[in-house]
């Protein structure tokens, strides 16, 4: 989980550094992308006040990330690999963790994919709104992001009938490798016909 809150925490610091926020913008953008995803699984399924809000080593490590981001700005680039893969893997570990609290709290399946998709993806969609953009899962180009979020959760979600352990590395593996392959394999999933660029600039996937 660690690693999946800071790389998200390094993604959101690396945005507020593009559109050029200030200390306090950078802090707040970095924490948002951290903890946003856990914080509104928590509040879905009930349970307050959301763990990540009480976990004081954790938010002081996610300041110091932005803090470190914000002072060495060229240390680390958005489209760096390692980004990528940390990237994904705080995704997968999210998705899983977020499916894991929705079968713990009696959700169903749609409920458990819903719960591991928003954890996997929320602090990302916070951020792009946060920062005056379209929330980037509803036109991503290149690879698959809350799909394979989702797909992730419902793998979590039939494996754990059999064993929750087995189901949290199922969860990880199965959104780690339908990201990864959509990459490789330049997937992408429908759009309508016959329209232009989107206000991003990209059409989407």
């Given at each position: 989980m660690w690693v999946g809150t800071l790389t998200f925490a390094?993604?959101?610091?690396?945005?507020?550094?593009?559109?050029?926020?200030?200390?306090?913008?950078?802090?707040?953008?970095?924490?948002?992308?951290?903890?946003?995803?856990?914080?509104?699984r928590d509040i879905i399924v009930g349970r307050l006040p959301p763990t990540n809000f009480t976990n004081e080593p954790l938010l002081w490590v996610v300041a110091a990330t932005a803090l470190l981001i914000f002072l060495l700005p060229h240390a680390v680039r958005e489209e760096s690999r390692l980004l990528y893969v940390l990237d994904t893997l705080g995704l997968a570990?999210?998705?899983?963790?977020?499916?894991?609290?929705?079968?713990?709290?009696?959700?169903?399946?749609?409920g458990t994919v819903f719960a591991g998709a928003v954890?996997?993806?929320?602090?990302?969609?916070l951020r792009d709104v946060l920062s005056g953009k379209v929330p980037g899962i509803f036109y991503r180009f290149g690879d698959f992001y809350a799909s394979a979020a989702a797909l992730g959760a419902l793998a979590f979600y039939f494996v754990s009938f059999l064993s929750p352990a087995w189901a949290l590395a199922a969860g990880v593996l199965v959104t780690a490798v339908v990201r990864i392959g959509s990459r490789l394999l330049k997937l992408r999933l429908p759009v309508p016909r016959g329209l232009g660029e989107d206000a991003e600039g990209e059409r989407a996937p």
């Open positions: 390094a993604t959101g610091a690396l945005v507020a550094l593009r559109k050029r926020f200030d200390l306090i913008g950078v802090l707040v953008l970095a924490s948002v992308t951290a903890i946003g995803g856990g914080s509104i570990v999210f998705a899983a963790l977020g499916a894991e609290r929705g079968v713990e709290y009696g959700m169903g399946m749609w954890s996997g993806v929320g602090g990302g969609v």
